[in-house]
């Protein structure tokens, strides 16, 4: 069984940047596409960003282009998010997910999820 | 890209069955079948309980099932259950590669 594990909680002040991990524990995320979704306080989830088993392709959300970048350490099986020139309303829990896959190809859906790293941004 | 729109709640009995809609656009919800449908409690990670409109993964209690008409998408929930209460979010992949959006998101309470 796959558990997605993510980095700790982050607190930055504005302007700064950020950069969380996940990771599977027991397993490996290779092999797996992995998206990022966050959810700012009382918001709904938003989805940030993808990234293919390769690391070669990547796409992002359009009000985050510029400032997102996903990326993956294939030796180990590793995932990042980083985020830069912070603001208030980046404030979110942050999460990773893997799609899932059945024989018949993707399923563009996330099927296993991390358990969340919160990033504060304050001054 | 904007927001798929959902209702702000749905409400039911125990027993009974609610719908919830996902409304969004050819470009998204009508022109594909990637709709996805996840429960959402807060503090917790999302759970996926739909995929590909109406495919439902392993464990997920065959209460639940999904479909879809035109630009709106629906999630059904027969036989409610007091476990059944949370936040519900649609989401529409538009090709490979391509962004993904997530519903405004469905408060459902079992009352």
């Known amino acids: 069984q796959v558990l997605v594990v993510q980095s700790g909680a982050e607190v930055k002040e504005p302007g700064a940047s950020v950069k969380i991990s996940c990771k599977a524990s027991g397993n490996t995320l290779s092999g797996q596409w992995i998206h990022w979704v966050r959810q700012a306080p009382g918001q709904g989830l938003e989805w940030v960003g993808l990234i293919n088993p390769s690391g070669d392709i990547t796409n992002y959300a359009q009000r985050l282009q510029g400032r997102v970048t996903v990326t993956r350490d294939t030796s180990t099986g590793t995932v990042y998010m980083g985020l830069s020139s912070l603001r208030s309303e980046d404030t979110a829990v942050y999460f990773c997910?893997?799609?899932?896959?059945?024989?018949?190809?993707?399923?563009?859906?996330?099927?296993?999820w991390g358990q969340g790293t919160l990033v504060a941004v304050s001054s | 890209q904007s927001a798929l729109t959902q209702p702000r709640s749905v409400s039911g009995s125990p027993g009974q069955s609610v719908t919830i809609s996902c409304t969004g656009s050819s470009s998204d919800v009508g022109g594909y079948d990637f709709v996805s449908w996840y429960q959402h409690h807060p503090g917790k990670a999302p759970k996926l309980m739909i995929y590909?409109?109406?495919k439902r993964p392993s464990g997920v209690p065959d209460r639940f099932s999904g479909s879809k008409s035109g630009n709106t998408a629906s999630l059904t929930i027969s036989g409610l259950q007091a476990e059944d209460e949370g936040d519900y979010y649609c989401c529409s992949s538009v090709g490979t590669y391509a962004p993904y959006v997530f519903g405004t998101g469905t408060k459902v309470t079992v009352v």
């Open positions: 590909a409109v109406s």
């Open positions: 997910a893997t799609e899932g896959r059945v024989a018949l190809g993707p399923t563009k859906s996330f099927d296993k």
